[in-house]
């Protein structure tokens, strides 16, 4: 079956250092996404992502985040500058139509130092 | 605003028992609801969903929930849990441009 991939399955980067969670979606699907879980929490929507721009956004997605599909088939988050509060568990999910469930990935565990 | 509420943190059961899981929505139109299960240090998987239709939808790994529209509740059970099973639980219902909004889990343990 296939699968939504994401690396690296771990990130330690220091607190204002830039970083880019990758996400490779299945093939075929034309909506992706972004969710955020911070240890202990539950899972929080970030960002929303079709046809080549975003769909809708949260609160949380603030000007240090943005999203890219920079070829067909991988999708990133970036972080232009980290903060210690960034540190949580990133998934990215996918869907082929709108009305489909969303499929996820592995998650990104994401440590601020 | 639509939410989604898990109100058992924790849930313990005996390996063989049986298993149910709350789960409450707070929607104006039919929602579209499912029920995902993340292993430690694992992803989301996707067990059920409910669109319309039969109120009693059949997923993987033997669960089943009912969607009752009176309760406001969308259940996961299972007759006969496996240590196996042992996971957090994740229930998320369809907002606004196919977001989801998630509860805030509920974590099973089993004993044998």
């Known amino acids: 079956e296939p699968e939504v991939t994401q690396t690296p399955s771990h990130q330690v980067t220091q607190m204002g250092q830039e970083v880019i969670l990758r996400c490779v979606p299945i093939?075929?699907?034309?909506?992706f996404y972004w969710y955020r879980q911070i240890l202990g929490q539950k899972v929080e929507f970030l960002v929303s992502?079709?046809?080549?721009?975003?769909?809708?956004k949260s609160e949380i997605f603030d000007d240090q985040f943005s999203v890219e599909r920079p070829d067909g088939s991988n999708f990133t988050l970036k972080i232009r500058s980290t903060k210690l509060e960034d540190s949580a568990m990133y998934f990215c999910?996918?869907?082929?139509?709108?009305?489909?469930?969303?499929?996820f990935g592995d998650g990104t565990r994401l440590s601020i130092l | 605003a639509q939410s989604v509420t898990q109100p058992d943190i924790h849930i313990t059961v005996s390996e063989g028992a049986s298993l149910e899981l709350r789960c409450n929505y707070s929607?104006?139109?039919?929602?579209?609801l499912f029920w995902y299960v993340q292993s430690p240090g694992q992803g989301l998987q996707l067990l059920l969903k409910?669109?319309?239709?039969?109120?009693l939808v059949q997923g993987i790994k033997g669960f089943e929930a009912e969607f009752k529209r009176s309760q406001s509740s969308f259940n996961l059970r299972k007759p006969s849990v496996h240590w196996s099973d042992a996971a957090e639980y994740f229930c998320?219902?369809?907002?606004?441009?196919?977001?989801?909004?998630f509860g805030a889990g509920t974590i099973l343990r089993v004993k044998s």
């Open positions: 998320a219902g369809r907002g606004y441009g196919n977001k989801l909004v």
């Open positions: 992502f079709y046809n080549n721009e975003i769909s809708e």
């Open positions: 929607y104006g139109a039919t929602p579209y």
């Open positions: 093939s075929n699907h034309l909506y």
């Open positions: 999910a996918s869907i082929e139509g709108p009305d489909q469930p969303q499929h």
């Open positions: 409910y669109f319309s239709g039969d109120t």
